[in-house]
């Protein structure tokens, strides 16, 4: 599995883009990246899964260079509500283990 | 809607209780985790499930065993609980697809206080 690396938190202001990077430098080639938001006290859930290039969905955009050793979630315009820890993820998916690491809580202010 | 209950939302027991966290899913996955959550130390694996009665440990093993009898559900039996065993407690559940990396549904947690 590869080992990610994932800034332990980050501050940002209502209305900002914010944009997390993530470290995955041993990344396998069957390996997908796959960020993840959890609020408090609730468990996490997907919000972006990409193999290369650029992915955009409705919540976030997740952009990942053509060596793919690292990938950068991107949060338009935050607001309050985005406040919470965000988990980088890159494996594969019949790896069957999914691990978790420390992630980045993100404090968004008024 | 995928859901994947867990079974008390809160537990208090006593130290060196036999706990049983309880996991089910309704959509027919075939992979199921169980986690737990510290402050400072993010979600850590425990064990995790790809098929009935089949079973990995996960970083964080020790202290604890699983159960699949069903495919549906999954439980986290604590044999012996102890009180650096007080934590919250997460389920999720995923589908196994070969290489694509599939969204893994999460419980809402069981938070457990072991006195």
């Known amino acids: 599995l590869a080992k990610t690396t994932q800034p332990i938190s980050m501050d940002s202001y209502e209305g900002q883009e914010v944009n997390i990077t993530c470290s995955h430098n041993?990344?396998?080639?069957?390996?997908?990246i796959t960020w993840y938001q959890q609020f408090p006290s609730q468990g996490p859930r997907f919000i972006i899964q990409?193999?290369?290039t650029k992915v955009t969905n409705e919540v976030a955009s997740l952009f990942i260079p053509a060596d793919r050793k690292s990938s950068t979630l991107s949060l338009p315009r935050v607001s309050l509500s985005d406040t919470a820890v965000y988990y980088c993820?890159?494996?594969?998916?019949?790896?069957?283990?999914?691990?978790f690491g420390q992630g980045t809580t993100l404090q968004v202010k008024p | 809607d995928v859901k994947v209950t867990q079974s008390s939302r809160y537990l208090v027991k006593r130290t060196g209780e036999k706990v049983f966290l309880e996991c089910v899913q309704d959509?027919?996955?075939?992979?199921m985790f169980w986690y737990r959550q510290d402050p400072g130390l993010g979600l850590r694996l425990i064990y995790f499930?790809?098929?009935?009665?089949?079973?990995e440990k996960g970083d964080i093993p020790e202290g604890y065993s699983v159960s699949r009898e069903k495919k549906e559900r999954f439980s986290l039996i604590l044999e012996s609980a102890s009180t650096n065993q007080t934590s919250m407690y997460l389920c999720?559940?995923?589908?196994?697809?070969?290489?694509?990396?599939?969204?893994?549904?999460f419980g809402q947690g069981t938070r457990l206080t072991v006195v």
């Open positions: 041993n990344i396998a080639t069957n390996d997908y």
């Open positions: 993820l890159a494996q594969s998916g019949n790896t069957g283990k999914l691990i």
């Open positions: 499930s790809y098929d009935v009665k089949m079973k």
């Open positions: 990409g193999y290369k």
């Open positions: 959509m027919d996955h075939e992979n």
């Open positions: 999720a559940s995923k589908f196994m697809a070969g290489y694509m990396n599939t969204e893994a549904f």
